[in-house]
T-cell receptor, first 116, second 114 residues
């Protein structure tokens, strides 16, 4: 059983398109995240949600819109894709509630997005 | 604000020799610290974590790390490297209190030669 699963694993698309990445966790965690890993392997948080409520939005362009239909899902929708959006996007979940600090995060396998 | 610095971007060792990956942190509070490993084209796997219990933390695959407050360090070690240890390693600090996010270091690529 995959704990945190993302789809698709690879995504190649043209500039200007709109695309979505889906994430689901079956760990019963309250908090979910999106992280972006750039070409130099640097990882930075984009968003976090706690029980479907947006907690963190780290100066991400508003072309990126997370959506959490329930606490087990956190999808990432990206409008008007740009070349600079090419990266690996990781979904993660954590067994903590907001404001108490992260104990650890469980990561998905990543989605490699290539914008051409 | 919390931050981590990984002192080496690349480390190369021979199989069977010790591994040392260095990490220093900066934190206003008592931090939670982690080491994650990323194998090529794979996701991130937690190796070990420090959350203010024992200062010497044992993780998976024979790795361990020691929290040294006086040196603000959390170096990762392994007595004997294996070929399968070749990967990217990230030192991570948890930004606690009013936010819930992990701050990643820039990573150390470990190469293991036969």
């Amino acid at each position: 059983d995959t704990a945190v699963s993302q789809t698709p694993k690879y995504l190649v698309t043209q500039m200007g398109n709109d695309k979505s990445i889906k994430c689901e966790q079956n760990l019963g965690h309250d908090t979910m995240y999106w992280y972006k890993q750039d070409s130099k392997k640097f990882l930075k948080i984009m968003f976090s949600y706690n029980n479907k409520e947006l907690i963190i939005n780290e100066t991400v362009p508003n072309r990126f819109s997370p959506k959490s239909p329930d606490k087990a899902h956190l999808n990432l929708h990206i409008n008007s894709l740009e070349l600079g959006d090419s990266a690996v996007y990781f979904c993660a979940s954590s067994p903590i509630t907001s404001g108490t600090g992260v104990t650890e995060a469980f990561f998905g396998q990543g989605t490699r997005l290539t914008v051409v | 604000a919390q931050s981590v610095t990984q002192l080496d971007s690349h480390v190369s060792v021979s199989e069977g020799t010790p591994v040392l990956l260095r990490c220093n942190y900066s934190s206003s509070y008592s931090p939670s610290l982690f080491w994650y490993v990323q194998h090529p084209n794979k996701g991130l796997q937690l190796l070990l974590k420090y959350t203010s219990a024992a200062t010497l933390v044992k993780g998976i695959n024979g790795f361990e790390a020691e929290f040294k407050k006086s040196e603000t360090s959390f170096h990762l070690t392994k007595p004997s490297a294996h070929m399968s240890d070749a990967a990217e390693y990230f030192c991570v600090v948890s930004e606690s209190y009013n936010t819930d996010k992990l701050i990643f270091g820039t990573g150390t690529r470990l190469q293991v030669f036969p």
